[in-house]
Structure formats: C-alpha cells, structure tokens
C-alpha cells in the first residue's frame, strides 16, 4: 500500500522560510507527477507546483519566484521550498504523487500539513 507522509508545516511570521518533505512509501512504486496542492479554510484545493520526472516544473502564479519544487526520484521524495512567506499561503498543504503501473496511473495524497503565517 503506497502512503505518503508529509512533514515540515507550522507556524512562522510573513517573510520566513518553510521547507515541506513528502517520502513515499509502499513498494514497488513508479512515481509520474509529483507536487503539492493546499487548501485554505472556505476555499477549494489549489495546485501550488507540480514537477515531472523529468524535473519541469510549473507553479501556481502567487508563489512563482517564492516556492521552489523539487523530487529526488530514486528515494520516492518531493519537497517545496517556501521563501517570503505571505500570510495569504496560510493553508493545510498536501503532498500529491501519480503511481505509474502497467495497467493504469494512480493519484496518492497525504494527510495533509499545516502551514500558518502570521503578519
């Protein structure tokens, strides 16, 4: 069974930095797509970056230039690098990962993490 554990949210002030870590586990696992999406209360799931196996990446426009994706295929891992943190990032961020099998591609999430910043 493939899980996905998250870690690395909290609590910091506008301007600092967060690093979020996802490790899937579970074998075997072929990862597609990798990234994370968050979910601030009263809204909808948004895509904050997705990068491929091939390492492109495409981000969210209100945090291009400040979050940075990136994956260490062999070890199953994505992380986001979160510079200038901005109070409106405030959300439970969740780690997303695609399973590539012979039959069909797979959607993963984690529990979720929550990041808060204060102004």
């Known amino acids: 069974q493939v899980q996905l554990v998250e870690s690395g949210g909290g609590l910091v002030q506008a301007g600092s930095s967060l690093r979020l870590s996802c490790v899937v586990s579970g074998t075997p696992f072929t990862g597609g797509a990798m990234g994370w999406y968050r979910q601030a209360p009263g809204k909808q799931r948004e895509l904050v970056a997705l990068?491929?196996?091939?390492?492109?990446?495409n981000y969210e426009n209100s945090v291009k230039g400040r979050f940075t994706i990136s994956r260490n295929t062999a070890q199953n891992s994505v992380y986001l690098q979160m510079d200038r943190l901005e109070p409106e990032d405030t959300a439970v961020y969740y780690c997303?990962?695609?399973?590539?099998?012979?039959?069909?591609?797979?959607?993963?999430w984690g529990q979720g993490t929550q990041v808060t910043v204060s102004s």
């Open positions: 997303y990962a695609e399973q590539i099998t012979v039959v069909a591609t797979y959607e993963h």
């Open positions: 990068i491929n196996r091939s390492g492109f990446a």
